[in-house]
DNA sequence: CAGTATCCACGTCGATACTG
DNA sequence: CAGTATCGACGTGGATACTG
């Protein structure tokens, strides 16, 4: 079959499962989604992402047209980031991604407890 | 603030998020969103998956109560991982996001294209 | 403010070998 | 068949320091 198909690792649908996969990804343009932001707003935004890593994955999303990067020469320099229309569709999809984690996160957690305690009866 | 908030790290709906922002999670639900599955037919699905890491991600979504594991003792030992219910919601979740990477992966192609390019002319 | 550069600790992953 | 155990290579990420 020639049609895209994530499962064969050489499929270019792959990589950008990849990509989106990704939890800064989810949660930036879930911020990035609400409007534009600036690159330490983004930072204190998303708790427990370091400077280097937001830094990163900002490119990336930049090199995938899923945001923009617009530099304003103040002093000091202020850079701005937005959602473009490509990423919009993205955050679209990946809202019910992070309403199903909130929504189910009780079960998930009783489910491991139950695992856990399994285990620990086996032991 | 008390609510879910993925954005804050001390909040629970964040590891949830991690687990299931995983490239193997999606590929892996996705296969036994169709039908139950065994061990090896499972990694001869996923192109790229190592016998460890299979290992590994199947008993996490086991832990999560996402799959669930049946041993048959039969000679050679036959095991069977299905998908739960709670695993067919997150699923179904999931499914618009492999649709989304296949009918954009040209469009994002094109754009690391052309910021490569750009980035080219810039050096 | 918005990064980049460097170093290093860490974990994860693949390969390999072995088991019930 | 369905794993586990071990090891070594690798890359990613955090901390820190510096820059325009």
């Given at each position: 079959?020639?049609?895209?198909?994530?499962?064969?690792?050489?499929?270019?649908?792959?990589?950008?499962?990849?990509?989106?996969?990704?939890?800064?990804?989810?949660?930036?343009?879930?911020?990035?989604?609400?409007?534009?932001?600036?690159?330490?707003?983004?930072?204190?935004?998303?708790?427990?992402?370091?400077?280097k890593?937001l830094s990163q994955?900002?490119?990336?999303?930049?090199?995938?047209?899923?945001?923009?990067?617009?530099?304003?020469?103040?002093?000091?320099?202020?850079?701005?980031?937005?959602?473009?229309?490509?990423?919009?569709?993205?955050?679209?999809?990946?809202?019910?991604?992070?309403?199903?984690?909130?929504?189910?996160?009780?079960?998930?957690?009783?489910?491991?407890?139950?695992?856990?305690?399994?285990?620990?009866?086996?032991?």
């Amino acid at each position: 079959m020639n049609s895209p198909d994530a499962f064969n690792a050489l499929c270019p649908t792959r990589q950008i499962l990849d990509r989106i996969a990704d939890k800064w990804t989810v949660l930036l343009l879930g911020l990035l989604a609400g409007r534009t932001m600036r690159f330490n707003e983004l930072r204190r935004g998303v708790d427990g992402l370091s400077q280097k890593v937001l830094s990163q994955t900002l490119k990336s999303l930049e090199r995938d047209g899923l945001v923009t990067r617009a530099v304003y020469p103040t002093v000091p320099v202020t850079v701005e980031y937005a959602i473009t229309d490509l990423g919009r569709t993205l955050a679209a999809t990946l809202e019910p991604l992070r309403l199903w984690a909130e929504s189910h996160m009780n079960v998930i957690e009783q489910a491991r407890a139950d695992f856990d305690r399994r285990q620990q009866a086996a032991a």
